[in-house]
């Protein structure tokens, strides 16, 4: 399986000396990477069944003289299961985790997401059988979907507009880090060692975390002005104006006082575009088909006449989607969002309906020994478009599309439809192939994309360089 709000996105409120602009942006970075240690357990998690659940296939068990097993083994509904029941504990973290980044603060919720991360690897290692491995996956589901809520949340919230795009890209990044460190740990060691070994980054996330201030609006949202201006300078730097960037946060929160309510993201004009908008992308991300195309990866390499390892290709993807999805954080402030969409979902459909052809042709017994290259390139050019653009976009720009006192709410709603959709796709990949074949399979897929290129182009404003206020206004209908 594959797989990044702001509520107060000011502008650099202040001109660094000669030579001190760099350091000035460090500091968020060093943050982002800290709070995206959260990416990489969720990472680790998505990864973790990829190369797990063929160590554990009854084939694959041992069994002694006496007729015991060394073990326990899962039929192929019961591995089904330990893959979806994470998609399931992420739509149930979802809108808890948008609860308490506002109670108890973004700092806190990130950090205590370790607890259930910790928790479930426990019961992964030490299981005995597929209910405690059910147990396991729920619950590291849970703390992966609220991933998905308070981290992009916090990184939106602390990142000058100027780099807002780059390390808004960081969460798409790190779960990609997180994926490939499984595919090239995974198949070399026992599943319970890579477990062992994946419960390492939570532990990292509560270090980082305690290093890292509170988001400073969150902390204005408290009435903590002094504690917001020290942690600005913490990000911004000794040279932050810091009275300036705390009003500007204050006149933020005060455009949109008072307790937001469910019904604000569709009495109000401007929450019901950025939801609207918001849950189109998580649906385009998905109806990509991405999850079917990592699925092919290993027969699309062998019809292309590879011989190379199934583990390897695993990893050959791993380091193509980290590679990309760090091009793209470079990108995204240069070239924009919308630009980056609109590669991504055209690049994406014509791959997949190349992909289509190719298998209908092979249905049809046609020779195809002639242009085994074609999927083969197909399946890496798809990867590269969607890292650079569907991969990291659509979680950055779920934030960077809502204000500030219905961000933590339309995000919980908006990762909450991405992981239904995750579930609804790869439940209903197989009896898609089995009852309409693979060409179709692919074609249905590619259809969406194409869609989506003409959504984005008629539809989707684009952020780059704009501030929350730029935004709502564009969203309102004004020029």
Same mark, same amino acid.
């Not at 149930?92 to 700092?107: H, V």
């Not at 991405?290 to 006449?305: D, E, H, L, Q, R």
């Given at each position: 399986?594959?797989?990044?709000?702001?509520?107060?996105?000011?502008?650099?409120?202040?001109?660094?000396?000669?030579?001190?602009?760099?350091?000035?942006?460090?500091? #968020?970075?060093?943050?982002?990477?800290?709070?995206?240690?959260?990416?990489?357990?969720?990472?680790?998690?998505? &990864?973790?069944?990829?190369?797990?659940?063929?160590? $554990?296939? #009854? !084939?694959?068990?041992?069994?002694?003289?006496?007729?015991? !097993?060394?073990?326990?083994?899962?039929?192929?509904?019961?591995?089904?299961?330990?893959?979806?029941?994470?998609?399931?504990?992420?739509?149930?973290?979802?809108?808890?985790?948008?609860?308490?980044?506002?109670?108890?603060?973004?700092?806190?919720?990130?950090?205590?997401?370790?607890?259930?991360?910790?928790?479930?690897?426990?019961?992964? @290692?030490?299981?005995? &059988?597929?209910?405690?491995?059910?147990?396991?996956?729920?619950?590291?589901?849970?703390?992966? &979907?609220?991933?998905?809520?308070?981290?992009?949340?916090?990184?939106?919230?602390?990142?000058?507009?100027?780099?807002?795009?780059?390390?808004?890209?960081?969460?798409?990044?790190?779960?990609?880090?997180?994926?490939?460190?499984?595919?090239?740990?995974?198949?070399?060691?026992?599943?319970?060692?890579?477990?062992?070994?994946?419960?390492?980054?939570?532990?990292?996330?509560?270090?980082?975390?305690?290093?890292?201030?509170?988001?400073?609006?969150? *902390?204005?949202?408290?009435?903590?002005?002094?504690?917001?201006?020290?942690?600005?300078?913490?990000?911004?730097?000794?040279?932050?104006?810091?009275?300036?960037?705390?009003?500007?946060?204050?006149?933020?929160?005060?455009?949109?006082?008072?307790?937001?309510?469910?019904?604000?993201?569709?009495?109000?004009?401007?929450?019901?575009?950025?939801?609207?908008?918001?849950?189109?992308?998580?649906?385009?991300? #998905?109806?990509?088909?991405?999850?079917?195309?990592?699925?092919?990866?290993?027969?699309?390499?062998?019809?292309?006449?590879?011989?190379?390892?199934?583990?390897?290709?695993?990893?050959?993807?791993?380091?193509?989607?980290?590679?990309?999805?760090?091009?793209?954080?470079?990108?995204?402030?240069?070239?924009?969002?919308?630009?980056? $969409? *609109?590669?991504?979902?055209?690049?994406?459909?014509?791959?997949?309906?190349?992909?289509?052809?190719?298998?209908?042709?092979?249905?049809?017994?046609?020779?195809?020994?002639?242009?085994?290259?074609?999927?083969?390139?197909?399946?890496?050019?798809?990867?590269?478009?969607?890292?650079?653009?569907?991969?990291? @976009?659509?979680?950055?720009?779920?934030?960077?599309?809502?204000?500030?006192?219905?961000?933590?709410?339309?995000?919980?709603?908006?990762?909450?439809?991405?992981?239904?959709?995750?579930?609804?796709?790869?439940? !209903?990949?197989?009896?898609?192939?089995?009852?309409?074949?693979?060409?179709?399979?692919?074609?249905?897929?590619?259809?969406?994309?194409?869609?989506?290129?003409?959504?984005?182009?008629?539809?989707?404003?684009?952020?780059?360089?704009?501030?929350?206020?730029?935004?709502?206004?564009?969203?309102? &209908?004004?020029?």
């Amino acid at each position: 399986m594959s797989n990044n709000g702001p509520g107060v996105t000011n502008p650099m409120l202040y001109d660094p000396p000669e030579g001190q602009a760099s350091n000035s942006k460090l500091m #968020q970075f060093v943050a982002g990477v800290g709070v995206s240690l959260a990416a990489v357990s969720a990472g680790t998690a998505l &990864g973790w069944t990829s190369p797990v659940l063929p160590q $554990l296939e #009854q !084939t694959n068990v041992t069994v002694d003289v006496n007729g015991t !097993t060394d073990g326990f083994y899962l039929t192929a509904d019961q591995g089904s299961w330990v893959g979806s029941f994470l998609a399931v504990g992420a739509f149930c973290g979802a809108l808890p985790a948008g609860y308490l980044a506002e109670k108890i603060g973004r700092k806190y919720t990130t950090m205590s997401l370790a607890l259930p991360y910790l928790a479930s690897w426990f019961l992964i @290692i030490f299981a005995s &059988g597929a209910g405690m491995l059910y147990a396991g996956r729920f619950l590291i589901g849970l703390a992966t &979907g609220a991933s998905c809520v308070v981290a992009p949340m916090f990184i939106s919230e602390i990142a000058e507009t100027a780099i807002r795009g780059a390390l808004g890209a960081f969460f798409q990044l790190f779960l990609t880090v997180g994926i490939l460190f499984v595919y090239a740990i995974g198949p070399y060691v026992t599943w319970t060692t890579l477990s062992v070994l994946c419960a390492i980054f939570p532990v990292l996330l509560i270090v980082a975390m305690l290093v890292v201030p509170e988001s400073p609006t969150y *902390l204005v949202k408290q009435g903590r002005r002094s504690d917001a201006a020290v942690a600005l300078k913490w990000f911004w730097g000794s040279n932050c104006n810091t009275q300036s960037a705390v009003e500007a946060i204050q006149s933020d929160l005060d455009a949109v006082k008072g307790e937001a309510k469910v019904s604000d993201l569709f009495t109000k004009v401007t929450n019901r575009n950025a939801l609207f908008i918001a849950l189109l992308l998580m649906f385009f991300q #998905q109806f990509s088909g991405i999850n079917a195309v990592i699925f092919y990866t290993v027969p699309i390499f062998k019809s292309a006449g590879s011989t190379m390892d199934p583990a390897i290709c695993g990893i050959v993807v791993g380091v193509v989607q980290v590679l990309m999805t760090f091009v793209s954080s470079v990108l995204i402030d240069k070239a924009g969002r919308r630009i980056l $969409l *609109l590669q991504s979902s055209f690049i994406m459909g014509s791959c997949l309906i190349v992909l289509g052809v190719y298998f209908k042709l092979q249905n049809d017994k046609a020779d195809v020994s002639n242009i085994g290259w074609l999927p083969l390139a197909s399946v890496v050019l798809f990867i590269v478009s969607f890292s650079l653009g569907f991969g990291p @976009i659509p979680w950055m720009m779920m934030g960077e599309l809502c204000a500030p006192d219905v961000k933590g709410l339309a995000s919980a709603l908006a990762v909450m439809f991405n992981w239904s959709l995750v579930f609804l796709v790869t439940k !209903t990949f197989g009896t898609m192939q089995d009852y309409i074949g693979s060409d179709w399979t692919f074609w249905f897929f590619g259809f969406w994309m194409m869609l989506c290129t003409v959504y984005v182009f008629v539809k989707v404003p684009e952020t780059k360089g704009k501030t929350n206020a730029e935004i709502q206004a564009i969203l309102s &209908g004004k020029n």
